[in-house]
């Protein structure tokens, strides 16, 4: 069996990736997909964990947050295709008409 | 074993509500006849939750391994409060977007998003706190995005997206890690791990006490995850601010005491310095920068950003006595802020502008209206004998009654804090006041506010006010809950 240090640290790498560029990409979709890395290092700690502890509910949990990240691309698309229509751009450093 | 549905009747029922909403439009075309329709399915929902109150709790939802669902007086006092914010939202909503289209996917959203936080504040387990939070997040994008063809209403909804999904990114690792030290997500069964745990660094756990105080900080905009809430608040439309400064970010502090009192208290000694600082760097920041805003949206976006910091003074005293108190100050504050936001919708309806400098002479225009506002804001400031007076005295007290106990001295701090802030904050909410009756507008043309509007101000301003006069039903029942919520607090 693969230690599981081995999950762990997939699944930190995974998240730093996703964190990384969330703060740093300009395009909304790029970041969607880092959020999407996040959300997902989660899920396969979720499911190492699981699997190492015999416990079932990290496996539903897993599922669970499958089906939500999902439902959030789904919304999430569809609000950034709507920036694009009232914009023309998805350039997050371009959409500036709210600040102090 | 069958599983007893009873506890989740309420949120069902909201949930029929919304779903029948769409086809409902077919016969009824016009937002109010929707509005109408929405607000039988809260009054319905609000019925069910009362039923439970006054006739004994139905048992807890779940199956043999995991716990889901709990409908005990802290769920029930927070689904009144929720449903009560959902009801002036749609009261308010009625005429406000009657020119727009998709009016009942609009209604349907705000009752899927108050579905939600019932869920949350019902939860026993993270699972089921993970799918409220995420069964709210997810409606109030779309809620923001309502008006597609508004840029900075479109530019708002991608802000709270991004946002939103990367909070719900952090907290959902941190729920990961919890489980992996632990191996369960009922929240009482990770306080019993933890607590049988050695004491000592643990370096896993620290991580995900990080993640979930970032995770859940990005969701009530305390500082330094805030500088989204402004931004929404402004972009949103305004019935949806009130929406989200009134309920989503009570659902927050909600997740969050459940998360941190509950599941996480066996390490309350490495996360309470740290909540009392970012308390009192809330509260400060979001008052200073409420001074000099111009636009009464944002004032009131920062303004609750600070009243967010007196709330987490809850987390960080971790004493039955302050968790009552903030139950109380987030109970008072969803009706003075709700409020405040429903008159700034009302007068945006009648095509007043958001500045704050056009609220000039607003006392001769629409004097009920801006005596509403002005009771909103003196709420707000904690002027007696409104209900935010007492919630802000309470608030302070347990710091200061908590900073008694040996080694928690530097608790007074959050207490002296707090006052210093309310001296501060009572300027930008003055200075609304004396726009509307001191100063001179352009004009003096009377302004008419259509009655759903007036109605949905009402439910606020009576509220605030009632609970000003006679705070004692309502403080009895935060006892109540916080007692639920913390058994084991002293």
């Not at chain 2, 006595?321 to 919708?345: D, L, N, R």
Request: aromatic share 10%; charged share 10%; with cysteine.
């Amino acid at each position: 069996m693969i230690a599981i240090e081995y999950f762990i640290g997939l699944s930190a790498i995974l998240f730093i990736i996703g964190a990384v560029g969330v703060l740093t990409r300009k395009s909304a979709i790029v970041v969607l997909m880092c959020i999407e890395l996040m959300l997902n290092a989660a899920n396969i700690n979720f499911v190492a964990f699981s699997a190492y502890s015999g416990n079932m509910n990290g496996m539903v949990f897993a599922l669970v947050s499958i089906a939500i990240a999902a439902a959030e691309v789904a919304v999430g698309l569809a609000i950034v295709l709507n920036l694009y229509k009232a914009r023309d751009t998805i350039g997050l450093d371009e959409v500036n008409l709210l600040r102090w | 074993m069958a599983l007893d549905y009873s506890a989740l009747y309420p949120v069902l029922v909201m949930v029929i509500f919304a779903a029948a909403l769409p086809a409902v439009n077919l016969v009824a075309k016009s937002s109010r006849s929707l509005a109408g329709v929405s607000v039988v399915g809260i009054l319905s929902s609000m019925g069910f939750v009362i039923y439970y109150m006054l006739n004994g709790y139905p048992a807890m939802m779940g199956g043999e391994t995991v716990l889901l669902l709990r409908l005990d007086v802290f769920a029930a006092l927070f689904a009144l409060v929720f449903q009560f914010v959902a009801l002036y939202v749609v009261l308010a909503s009625a005429r406000y977007i009657e020119k727009d289209r998709h009016q009942a996917e609009y209604f349907s959203l705000i009752m899927l998003a108050t579905s939600g936080m019932i869920v949350v504040a019902m939860a026993v387990d993270l699972i089921s706190l993970f799918v409220g939070l995420e069964t709210a997040s997810l409606s109030s994008y779309a809620l923001v995005a309502f008006r597609k063809r508004d840029k900075r209403g479109a530019e708002a909804a991608v802000k709270y997206l991004v946002i939103g999904g990367m909070s719900s990114a952090l907290s959902l690792y941190g729920i990961s890690l919890l489980y992996g030290i632990t191996g369960t997500t009922n929240l009482e069964g990770i306080n019993s791990g933890l607590a049988a745990m050695s004491s000592g660094l643990n370096p896993a756990a620290w991580l995900a006490i990080a993640m979930l105080l970032a995770g859940f900080g990005f969701k009530v905009a305390i500082v330094p995850f805030h500088q989204w809430a402004p931004d929404v608040y402004e972009g949103a439309p305004t019935p949806i601010s009130g929406l989200l400064a009134a309920g989503s970010k009570k659902m927050g502090f909600v997740a969050m005491f459940k998360v941190f009192l509950v599941a996480l208290i066996a390490l309350k000694a490495d996360w309470q310095i740290l909540a009392a600082i970012l308390a009192i760097l809330t509260m400060t920041i979001g008052n200073v920068v409420a001074l000099q805003q111009t636009n009464i949206k944002r004032m009131l976006a920062y303004s609750s950003i600070g009243q967010a910091g007196y709330m987490i003074i809850a987390i960080a005293v971790a004493s039955q006595f302050a968790v009552e108190s903030s139950i109380f100050h987030i109970i008072t504050h969803a009706f003075m802020k709700g409020g405040a936001f429903m008159v700034v919708a009302a007068l945006s309806y009648v095509a007043l502008g958001e500045s704050i400098a056009d609220y000039k002479g607003l006392g001769r225009r629409a004097p009920l209206v801006a005596l509403s506002m002005g009771i909103f804001l003196f709420a707000l400031a904690g002027i007696p004998p409104l209900s935010g007076f007492w919630s802000k005295v309470f608030l302070f007290s347990s710091a200061i009654d908590a900073s008694q106990v040996v080694d928690q001295g530097w608790m007074v701090w959050l207490a002296i804090a707090g006052i210093l802030n309310s001296a501060l904050s009572l300027y930008y909410y003055a200075r609304v006041v004396k726009y509307m009756f001191v100063d001179d507008g352009p004009t003096t043309e009377r302004l008419k506010i259509p009655l759903s509007l007036s109605a949905a101000i009402a439910i606020c301003l009576v509220a605030t006010i009632a609970i000003g006069i006679w705070p004692e039903p309502v403080i009895d029942l935060c006892e109540q809950a916080a007692r639920a919520l913390v058994p084991l607090l002293g």
